[in-house]
């Protein structure tokens, strides 16, 4: 079954960096496309960012675009998401998901001073 596995995850103060990783197993990981998503507290879920199956292109929400990188490493079935110039609102449990019905169980990011 799909297993996804998200580590990295912790407190930083703001400005600073974090790398999130994704492992996956269960599936032919480097035939699908993947997706971070995050949720804040006592909000909705949020679309982060997401890459297509060779990793050749990748997209972000407005709000992380030019901080966030989404990565992939297909021979490692890994999934990354390098974070920078963290904010106070990225404060928030991410989640890698395969699909909607495809989800890890998520890691913490707190963003504080």
């Known amino acids: 079954q799909v297993q996804l596995v998200e580590s990295g995850g912790g407190l930083v103060q703001p400005g600073g960096s974090l790398r999130l990783s994704c492992a996956a197993s269960?599936?032919?990981?480097?035939?699908?496309?993947m997706s971070w998503v995050r949720q804040a507290p006592g909000k909705g879920l949020e679309w982060v960012s997401g890459?297509?199956?060779?990793?050749?292109?990748?997209s972000y929400a407005d709000s992380v675009k030019g901080r966030f990188t989404i990565s992939r490493d297909n021979a490692e079935n890994t999934l990354y998401l390098q974070m920078n110039s963290l904010k106070p609102e990225d404060t928030a449990v991410y989640y890698c998901?395969?699909?909607?019905?495809?989800w890890g169980q998520g890691t913490q990011v707190t963003v504080s001073s």
């Open positions: 998901a395969k699909s909607i019905r495809d």
């Open positions: 269960g599936f032919t990981f480097s035939g699908y496309g």
């Open positions: 890459i297509n199956s060779g990793g050749g292109s990748t």
